[in-house]
């Protein structure tokens, strides 16, 4: 492990809520490739929430199409496995509905960054009050390999075998870009880091982007977890690292091929989440789940007299 | 029944819209019963636009083609509506240079039309106000040729200008003289109108305002929305509405979103609702089918007009019927329901929630730019008329305790399982829009796929056993006549049944507010009691008239169709009838 952080006091607190962590444990047998990064990613949501004192049925686990959403029935919990690149508005949707239960959502590469990406860059800007996971494992892997908008230039990809002929996005600064609230990035096989930042992205009260950098070894033999644990960096490891400098978090993300720099990159505590900000909604205390009644409309009808 | 007809035509952007609400308030307070529709290009300003208002003691529900008044603002309105004036009628303008116009006065002789031309422009300028209060000027004249007092009108004034009170006093001002100008009334003796003999209790409403109301009585908390004609005023009023109500309103990116956002909601318990046109809608469709696999509830509204493609934004249309029926991948049961005026869109919002939630899926409101648009006087509507149900949605603790995850997609004789919202009790659930097990475990075994597939196709049987038989206006049988449609047809139907008694014709008209799943008893006993149905639809193929062909024996006499956007009018449906019975 590159991260020198001592685990012994992590495991202690775990080990302490054994029983919590098991709750999350599901009997149904995986289907993800041997190796793949989606069982540390998994294992670390179960662990930050666990360590977060969230119970199985206190949270809403929202699966995009591909192959993390395939994991959608292999955690306790209530789960909604919705449709490819639309998981951020549906648990959009679910988390303005009921604020109290901590919606999260995962998606891929491939359903974030090119169906589903202008599904992310509104849910930024609204800054619902969700947690998003990117699986980035650069490519579409339940259909076989194709490139993302995520792949690297010049691999050789199901549809594209002379190698990828464009510049892979950078989903960091793109998201930066966005002016976010909250920008992470982990690495698939660093459990204990991974979790810190998903506690981190769960406490934090507006929309949370979590980027994970996952292996693939299937279908993405380039960035093997040699290749990765090479080239990440923490912030935290970093002289002054200030996560608050949207500037500075900016030229963190840049790089993708030397220093991969991984923590929470950017964090702005002080903006209002999404339904703060509305007027109509100002005073009132319970969720629109709660809401359901009929509401008079005499008043309203008054100057249709 | 007496009725009388002002057309106001002119630019877009020249003030139509408060005219016809000042006119149409003004005689609402006077007792009347109004019925108000106009007709624009998809501008801001500029182009040909124009408001009609149907009036009477009487009620009534669709416009005439008959006008008796005509206000044209500019050029073109006087030119073309020329034609439109009925013989007696009267076309008042305030076009300077209309001498210049080719045997405009031939014309109108030749028809017997009173053509009366007042200079507006100039009388509004030497009172301050702007060439725009040309209208006022002419409204005036035209109050003062339909033989009313200036009281109402005056009143209806400073309702809509109260908070311009600068605007306000040269309004009137612009209003009294036309109404006192010098000009005469161009040979024309006096308007023919049954005098109210009381002043109902009603409100002046249209149908996106009246499907915003129901969906706030029927505790819908959420409206997402992109905006599109002629479904974006619903957006406008739950937005007006939010604040009073606590009502969540979400402008969303695009109309993929709304729907799943809207889902999203459901899933979590609460309501919400989505309205677009069939543009939208397409976008939507595999959301729609979402929530047909995930057995949760989703209301969508789609507000037709002509298409394919952006087809006519601003008019009318009932060609997405078989879109509603059809859209999205997979068989699942779904619920449409289509909208006719008002009171009908007031009522089957709340409906339309009350099946989604008891039959968990989607179900799809049909209304049109016409009834979306149209401003109707209705008795105000009811509350408490239609309860909120939630079918099988568990809420108890103490049966909260006692459910598996296997009781959510239960496989039961009607199809129907228990339901809950996340977080409400310690069993959880896969909401999994892969094909699942009864507790939403991910399957691909062909006998629990066949049987949860099965399982959710009897809700077809039940919900059709649950919805309510189309309605027979008019005489339930031996009908000279009869018609079978939905959708806005049925206003123009009930003025011809109306008007077509008087003359001594008997018609009458089967309306279904429920299209599917498809009612077929009364549908069947009404063919058996009338010898000549027909149909009647605003589309080219008669979407519901070929399902209801597909049924054995049942043959329709003739199609009264229409595909150019424009609703029926009254004389449409007497022309028909006059020519098949």
Redesign the interface.
């Known amino acids: 492990m590159s991260c020198p952080n001592n685990q012994s006091s992590y495991l202690r607190e775990l080990a302490a809520k054994k029983k919590d962590f098991m709750a999350y444990e599901s009997t149904?047998v995986m289907t993800w490739c041997s190796g793949c990064g989606d069982y540390g990613i998994q294992k670390a949501l179960e662990r930050a929430l666990v360590l977060e004192g969230i119970?199985?049925?206190?949270t809403?686990l929202?699966f995009d199409?591909g192959c993390n959403g395939?994991g959608?029935?292999k955690i306790?919990?209530?789960?909604?496995?919705?449709?490819h690149g639309?998981v951020v508005?549906?648990?959009?949707?679910?988390?303005?509905?009921?604020p109290?239960?901590k919606v999260i959502a995962e998606g891929g590469d491939g359903g974030t960054f090119s169906e589903g990406i202008?599904?992310l860059?509104?849910s930024v800007r609204s800054n619902y009050p969700m947690v998003f996971i990117l699986h980035n494992n650069e490519n579409y892997g339940l259909t076989i390999g194709q490139a993302s908008a995520l792949t690297r230039k010049g691999q050789a990809m199901n549809g594209t075998p002379d190698g990828v002929v464009l510049q892979p996005m950078n989903t960091c600064q793109f998201v930066l870009g966005l002016n976010p609230t909250f920008v992470a990035r982990g690495f698939s096989s660093d459990v204990k880091h991974m979790t810190e930042i998903i506690r981190a992205g769960l406490r934090h009260k507006g929309f949370a982007f979590i980027e994970i950098m996952q292996l693939c070894p299937t279908f993405n033999k380039v960035t093997s977890a040699k290749w990765f644990w090479d080239r990440v960096r923490y912030t935290d490891q970093q002289k002054n690292y200030d996560p608050t400098n949207l500037k500075r978090a900016r030229e963190a993300s840049e790089d993708l091929e030397k220093e991969i720099m991984l923590g929470v990159l950017y964090q702005d505590k002080s903006r209002p989440s999404f339904?703060e900000l509305?007027?109509?909604?100002k005073g009132?205390t319970t969720?629109?789940?709660e809401?359901?009644?009929?509401?008079?409309?005499?008043?309203?009808?008054k100057n249709?007299? | 029944m007496k009725r009388t007809v002002i057309k106001v035509a002119g630019e877009s952007g020249m003030g139509l819209l408060s005219v016809g609400n000042i006119v149409s308030k003004a005689l609402k307070g006077m007792g009347f019963y109004v019925v108000s529709d106009r007709e624009y290009p998809s501008l801001i300003k500029g182009g040909h636009s124009n408001l009609q208002i149907d009036f009477s003691a009487e009620p009534l529900h669709s416009l005439s083609k008959s006008v008796d008044f005509v206000i044209a603002l500019d050029r073109p309105g006087l030119v073309e509506y020329m034609n439109i004036v009925k013989p007696g009628g009267v076309l008042i303008h305030g076009f300077e240079r209309h001498q210049s116009i080719p045997n405009l006065e031939t014309r109108a002789k030749e028809r017997g039309i009173h053509m009366i031309y007042l200079p507006a422009r100039t009388l509004a300028y030497s009172l301050g106000g702007t060439e725009l209060m040309a209208n006022m000027v002419l409204l005036g004249l035209l109050w003062r040729l339909l033989g009313f007092d200036l009281k109402p009108l005056e009143t209806g004034i400073e309702k809509q200008f109260a908070n311009k009170p600068k605007l306000l006093t040269i309004d009137l001002q612009c209003v009294r003289v036309g109404f006192s100008a010098q000009e005469g009334n161009g040979g024309f003796v006096g308007a023919c109108h049954g005098a109210p003999t009381q002043t109902p209790d009603?409100?002046?409403?249209n149908g996106n305002?009246a499907i915003t109301?129901g969906a706030?009585?029927?505790?819908v908390?959420?409206y997402?929305a992109y905006p599109m004609s002629p479904a974006s005023s619903i957006l406008t009023y739950m937005a007006e509405?939010?604040?009073?109500?606590?009502?969540?309103?979400?402008q969303?990116?695009?109309e993929?979103?709304a729907a799943?956002?809207?889902?999203?909601?459901?899933?979590?318990?609460?309501?919400?609702l989505v309205a677009t046109s069939g543009g939208g809608y397409d976008l939507m469709t595999?959301?729609v089918s979402?929530a047909g696999m995930?057995e949760t509830p989703l209301v969508i509204v789609i507000a037709q007009r002509p298409g394919p493609a952006t087809g006519l934004p601003t008019w009318s249309a009932q060609a997405d019927l078989n879109l509603a029926i059809h859209s999205g991948h997979g068989e699942f049961a779904r619920v449409v329901i289509g909208v006719s005026d008002p009171a009908s869109c007031y009522e089957l919002i709340q409906h339309a929630m009350n099946y989604a939630d008891e039959f968990q899926t989607a179900v799809i409101v049909l209304t049109e730019k016409t009834i979306c648009e149209m401003q109707t006087t209705v008795p105000?509507?009811e509350?408490?008329k239609i309860?909120?149900k939630?079918g099988l949605l568990v809420t108890d603790p103490k049966e909260l305790e006692t459910l598996k995850a296997s009781d959510r997609f239960k496989i039961t004789e009607n199809g129907l399982s228990k339901r809950w919202?996340?977080?409400s009790?310690?069993?959880?659930?896969?909401?999994?829009?892969?094909e699942?097990k009864e507790d939403?475990?991910?399957t691909e075994e062909g006998a629990e796929v066949s049987a949860m597939i099965a399982k959710r196709m009897k809700k077809m049987e039940t919900i059709e056993k649950a919805l309510p038989e189309p309605t027979i206006h008019g005489v339930k049988k031996g009908a000279a006549i009869s018609f079978v449609g939905w959708g806005s047809s049925k206003n123009a139907v009930l003025d011809a049944i109306q008007n077509c008694k008087e003359k001594g014709i008997t018609v009458n008209y089967l309306h279904f507010d429920y299209l599917w799943p498809f009612k077929t008893a009364t549908l069947t006993q009404f063919f058996r009691d009338n010898q000549n149905v027909h149909l009647i639809e605003g589309n080219y193929q008669g979407q519901l008239g070929n399902l209801i062909e597909a049924l054995p024996n049942l043959r329709f006499k003739g199609r009264l169709l229409q595909w150019n956007g424009r609703p029926f009018c009254m004389e449409d449906v007497t022309d028909y009838i006059s020519r098949h019975s």
């Open positions: 149904e119970k199985p049925h206190e809403l929202c199409i395939n959608a029935d306790n919990g209530y789960t909604l496995h919705g449709l639309r508005s549906v648990a959009a949707g679910a988390c303005l509905a009921n109290k239960i202008n599904h860059v509104h339904p509305f007027e109509s909604r009132i969720s629109l789940s809401e359901v009644r009929p509401y008079s409309i005499k008043e309203l009808i249709l007299k | 009603t409100i002046l409403v305002q109301l706030i009585q029927a505790g908390r959420a997402y509405y939010a604040r009073e109500t606590g009502l969540l309103v979400k969303a990116e695009d993929i979103t799943q956002m809207a889902v999203g909601s459901m899933f979590m318990g609460t309501r919400a595999e959301t979402l995930i105000p509507f509350e408490g309860p909120i939630r919202i996340p977080g009790g310690k069993t959880w659930f896969y909401g999994n829009g892969d699942h939403g475990v991910l």
